[in-house]
Structure formats: C-alpha cells, structure tokens
C-alpha cells in the first residue's frame, strides 16, 4: 500500500493488510505482518473468518494499492472535444467548440451516451470521485448524477448557470437558471440522501456567464445551505480584463465572488493563475480550495499557475482535468503535466523552490483533492477510518509501457528497508511518468470493486 498522506511524503507499507467493512469503511490496517488477514479480523475485530474476502497480492513485487484520484475540475459534457482546441484561447475555444457541443446536451439520448463513456474512462483511469460541470439543462445533469449513482462513482454533480454573455442558442434566463439549480439539488439529495456518492455542487460557470443578481442568489444558496460550489477564477488575461469591463464595482475577479457570497471552504476555483496577492488573500482568508489544471493551461494558453505559492501560502490545492480545455481523462496525466509545468515556470523565474515533485503531484492528485473537497475525513488516502477508495496499480501489466530491471526491484525484506524504500519510490516515478490506464489492474469505490481487470 502506498499513498501521500502529506504534502511531499509517500509513504510505503510492504507486508500490511487492510481491513474493509461492508459499507466500504477501512476497519484497521495492520503493517509489517505476515499474519493471515482473516485472523486479523477475528482476533480483533471478531469478525467471523467465513464473512471475509481476502484480496491478496502478496507475491507481486510490481503491484501495489494506491488511493483513488480526485478529479476536482472536469466538464462532463465537453468529453467529445478532448484534443481538439485548434490554436484558440479561453474566450474563442468557447464561443468556436464549447458552447456550439453543450448545448447539444437537450437531446438526452445524445447525453446518455457521452455521460456513460465519460464516467467509464475517467474510473478506468483510476478517477474514483470527479466534480462534474454539466450543461444547464437539468434533465441531462440529473441523469449524469443517476449514472455516476448507477455506475459507482463518487461524485459532485452541478447543473451549470448562466445568464448573461451567451449565445440565444445556449443560455437561460434568471427564473430559469434559479429553478433548475434547485430542481436538481433537490433530485440528487432525493437520490442519494447520505451523500455518500453523489452530491450536488453549485455551479456558476463563471462571472462573466451570470448577472449580479443570479450570483447574489447562488451565493446566498450556499451560505444557507452547506452545498459544494464551483467556478472559474484568473484563467486568461482576456477574460480578467473582460470581467473589469462587465464588472466595474468590484475591486477584482476575485471580489466579485467574494461580495457575492461564493467563496469558503466546499468551493472550488479552477485555475487561479493570475493572482495578485490581495486576491489569493482573499482565498486565504475564506479557505476556498483550487483546482490547478496544468493540461488545459498549456492547450489553451492560459499561463503557469504559481502552486507552490499558493501551497505555501495555506491554500488547499487539487488537480483538475478541465476536460476539454485539457486533452486527457486521466489524473496520473494531469499530475505528469503539473510536475513539468512547474519546471516550466522555474524556468522562467529561477527560483528552483517553485518545483514539484512526484510526491507533491501525487498529493495534489489524492489528499489534496480531499481537502478541496473538504473530504479529508473520507478519502484521499489509507487510514482507519476513511472509505476504501482505491487503485490497484500493476506496473509490469499487459501491454505495459513501463520497464523495470531486476536490479531496480525493491525485494522486500531481502535488502534493508531504507534501500527498498528508495527503490520503490523510483518504481512510483516510472508510474508517473510512463504508467497510463494499462496499469490500472482494479478500481474499488467505498470498497466495491468498480474496475475488475484480473
Ligand atoms: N471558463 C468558462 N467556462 C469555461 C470552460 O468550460 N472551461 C474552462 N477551462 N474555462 C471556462
Ligand atoms: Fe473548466
């Protein structure tokens, strides 16, 4: 079992067995044992031997359980254009692609067949909770919530609001956008009413898509109530500066969600790359969570977000496909490209500390995603207590593009601990940067095996 319970920290446990209840619940995680996990159980737990399953990889140097990823930013709807953005930015990609395919989203057919292939792909690719944007038709969000319900998945689900600055072809009026937002809230708690796998999150798409009064009254919402929220902030030059056109009274991108209520922990900012400090204090000071998108920032020429300032700074910070402004399902991809987009940006200002490693990445891709989520308690890594959200990883799996010698095998056990530590640690960095979906043998969500490869 491997995760990264804090930022910069993988921690590795060889020889451990990992107790999970019928509800999906880790019951104890006994390290350093060769004792059979049954007698475990019963020894401690007095669970009966005949009501247990044991998973056991014992054997398999290549394989290992690492928590499930949190996509903290992916547009459903928007799966089809993954790739292809052309030479656009943020304010041409989504008048010329964005718009013209979510509002296909009233056919529902039509939306039953991406929402399916979407939520298939993204657990294939080890993606085992996602905070979903929709389209602002609520018949299409409420079904993306039944199949994320149906298919296993954790996830945040929002119907996307907006009522200003967008085609007659695709927008809604105040009333409309008001009454679909509750309408779908009210379905989703409805369907699943602990919230443990689909949860509703309010969605403005951003600003520039909403009048003043529809974001008062999203705003409102959310400090009644203690629903998730999303949005974007500081994506593009071209968008800021549009929005102090559209938004003259307030003193930044920032403060408009600000003095309208929207930010606090359960909400998250996807992007944030343009920051001044009064802005990021602003974060701060009301622990709003972020979403970094490294694949879609690169595509679409948005810029290089500062995460380690933003780290540094107290903020709490995630991954996010971004799906289609990025190109990829996969999070292992995104935290590949957040790595070398990190290098990009020391490049630029030589200032080494703004790197991040494999184990940064891989907490932004898990942990971090929990804390955004204001999940900490739930997921985002192996602890008695959470829920059982998990991959297991196989390098040496079929068709792998990963090599690995013998000499870079850990061998546990038959070298000293420090030396089969630093090795595996080497093997999670080929994973990062050679490991895709082959490597994904099984997907467990709160315990049940949702990806059942071998
Ligand atoms: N800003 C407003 N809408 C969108 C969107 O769909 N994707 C991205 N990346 N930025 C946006
Ligand atoms: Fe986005």
């Known amino acids: 079992f491997a995760h990264t319970p804090e930022l910069g920290v993988l921690e590795v446990h060889a020889k451990t067995a990992v107790g999970v209840d019928p509800e999906g619940t880790i019951q104890f995680i006994e390290t350093e044992t060769t004792e059979d996990p049954l007698d475990i159980g019963a020894r401690k737990f007095q669970i009966p031997k005949d009501r247990v399953k044991v998973v056991n990889i014992s054997g398999s140097e290549d394989r290992f359980f690492f928590p499930g990823f949190i996509d903290t930013h992916i547009h459903a709807p928007q799966y089809p254009n993954n790739g292809i953005f052309g030479e656009t930015t943020l304010l041409d990609w989504l008048n010329i692609y964005t718009f013209p395919l979510e509002s296909s989203f009233k056919d529902l057919a039509f939306a039953k067949e991406v929402y399916h292939i979407v939520i298939e792909k993204t657990l294939e690719y080890g993606t085992t909770t996602a905070a979903y944007y929709a ?37 809604e009026s105040v009333e409309q956008s008001k009454a679909s937002t509750l309408e779908v809230i009210h379905y989703i708690q409805k369907r699943d009413p602990t919230g443990e796998l689909i ?26 109530t203690n629903y998730h929220c999303q949005t974007h902030l500081s994506e593009n030059k071209s968008e800021i500066e549009w929005m102090r056109e559209l938004f003259p009274q307030y003193k930044s991108y920032t403060d408009i969600y600000y003095q309208n209520k929207l930010l606090g922990r359960r909400t998250v900012l996807a992007h944030c790359i343009h920051l ?61 490209h957040a790595l070398l987009v990190s290098h990009h940006l020391v490049m630029r200002t030589h200032n080494d500390k703004e790197k991040l490693s494999v184990k940064d990445v891989l907490y932004l891709a898990t942990m971090g995603g929990a804390e955004v989520l204001e999940m900490q308690n739930m997921i985002g890594s192996f602890e008695v207590g959470k829920k059982f959200d998990a991959q297991l990883i196989g390098l040496c799996a079929r068709d792998s593009s990963i090599d690995i010698f013998d000499f870079q095998r850990p061998k546990w056990g038959a070298i000293k601990p420090e030396e089969s530590q630093k090795r595996f640690e080497n093997l999670v960095c080929k994973w990062l940067f050679n490991g895709d979906n082959r490597n994904i043998i099984r997907v467990y969500v709160n315990g049940r095996p949702i990806v059942y490869k071998e």
């Open 199 to 224: 949860q509703p999150i309010i969605t403005p798409r951003f600003a520039a898509s909403c009048t003043d009064s529809l974001l008062g009254w999203l705003g409102q919402l959310r400090e009644s």
């Open 276 to 336: 001044s400090d009064d802005e990021k204090d602003i974060l701060v000071k009301t622990h709003t969570g972020v979403s970094h998108c490294p694949t879609s920032n690169s595509s679409i020429t948005s810029g290089e977000a500062r995460v380690r300032w933003l780290l540094n700074s107290g903020l709490h910070v995630s991954l996010g496909t971004d799906c289609s402004g990025g190109f990829t399902p996969s999070i292992l991809e995104v935290a590949r």
């Open 135 to 171: 389209t602002i038709h609520s018949a299409a969000t409420k079904l993306l919530a039944d199949m994320a319900l149906r298919m296993g998945q954790r996830a945040l689900v929002g119907k996307t609001c907006m009522n200003a600055n967008s085609p007659s072809f695709y927008t």
